[in-house]
């Protein structure tokens, strides 16, 4: 049980180049979020999915996109890297509210992104 | 979405002192979450409160879902509860600003 997973670890950019963060995980949870966190700041929502073929915009969505094509797998789109997208970004997954009432959210190791 | 303010926003303790932290929420907050942040980024869970009280060696936690709030106990500090403390509410998960705890030996 690997729990939340998160590919690639590292990654450096340059302006304008557009890569996918991917976050897998093992537990069958529904829902599924992406988060970037700054020096010094806390964690702030980018988008998050509440199920397969679902997703919602969180409080920064601006210069990303995201799939949930499968359950398992949540993907993070930068289709034109910014230097104001340098973040450590963490993926977490929860069971979801119908599922039983321990409802407690599970973060990846995060993926540290520079844009140069 | 709701609004999540934390404080104080930063601590210092001496190791062995006991602290309080607080999680105040805008509106009504359900899946109410304590999570600390170490050194390293490593974000781990210490507990799934949506209301009640909840004990774990050293910390406990109390939510008052009712008046929107909650509270997380640290008590006899030791130098590895350094780190940032978030708590974090609703479907949508969003977090508080943090509270960053520095104990000293």
Redesign the interface.
Known sequence: NAGVTQTPKFRVLKTGQSMTLLCAQDMNHE?M?W?RQDPG?????IH?S?GEGTT?K??VPDGYNVSRLKKQNFLLGLESAAPSQTS?Y?C?S?RG?RLGP??????G??TRLTVL | GIQVEQSPPDLILQEGANSTLRCNFSDSVNNLQWFHQNPWGQLINLFYIPSGTKQNGRLSATTVATERYSLLYISSSQTTDSGVYFCAGNNDMRFGAGTRLTVKP
Do not use: D, I
């Open positions: 829902y979020y988060y700041m806390g964690l702030r929502l998050y509440v919602a969180g409080e450590v963490f977490a929860r509210q321990t409802n407690e959210q599970f973060f190791p995060g």
